[in-house]
């Protein structure tokens, strides 16, 4: 467990680290630019982060799904749904640098195992039958809307002709497409 002491400068070189990735290409952040932003030493980063893709771990964590945890632990789902978009709408810059980041370790395979988990979260409060053998497993139904977010939030963030839509609109875009099948869209149409 972090003292507050220690808490602060974990806060301290992840605020490092957004500010260099807004200013620098990811590959070109070193270690040392954050500590020194931060004005701790070297070694200190390496007492809280492996490297800087734990950085990216800990933003989300810390300011995106704790927040969106609680929001479905009391049974708010919706709006935990909904602040994923304000937040991000909110961090718009940083996020468009973060989508950059990619090969391995990339930002969006990071952001797709956060959202998964914040699916799966949903799913097992509301659902006990869905069986663990079938092929509509929580992993795969959380894996299927994580997918579908992720894509969303990145064209959001990238495509110029969403540049102006709202948080609210992206959700109800969104909320839209995970409430409505492919047949009830096309029939809609018809």
């Not at 994580?146 to 609210?168: A, H």
């Amino acid at each position: 467990m972090l003292n507050n002491e220690n808490k602060n400068t974990k806060k301290l070189l992840a605020e490092s680290f957004k500010k260099q990735l807004l200013k620098h290409p990811f590959e070109k952040i070193t270690i040392k630019m954050i500590t020194d932003d931060a004005g701790v030493i070297r070694p200190t980063f390496y007492n809280y982060y492996r490297d800087k893709y734990e950085v990216f771990e800990h933003i989300i964590d810390e300011e995106l799904m704790g927040v969106a945890y609680a929001l479905i632990d009391n049974s708010m789902e919706r709006e935990a749904i909904k602040m994923v978009f304000t937040y991000f709408d909110r961090n718009r810059f940083f996020y468009q640098e973060a989508f950059k980041v990619e090969g391995q370790n990339s930002f969006e395979g990071i952001l797709f195992n956060r959202i998964t988990g914040l699916f799966k979260k949903i799913i097992k409060k509301h659902t006990t039958t869905i069986e663990n053998d079938s092929i509509l497993t929580v992993e795969n139904l959380a894996r299927y809307y994580s997918t579908g977010m992720v894509y969303i939030l990145k064209m959001w963030l990238f495509e110029e002709r969403f540049l102006k839509v709202t948080p609210e609109e992206m959700f109800n875009a969104y909320m839209f497409i995970i409430t409505h099948s492919i047949l009830e869209i096309i029939h809609q149409q018809a």
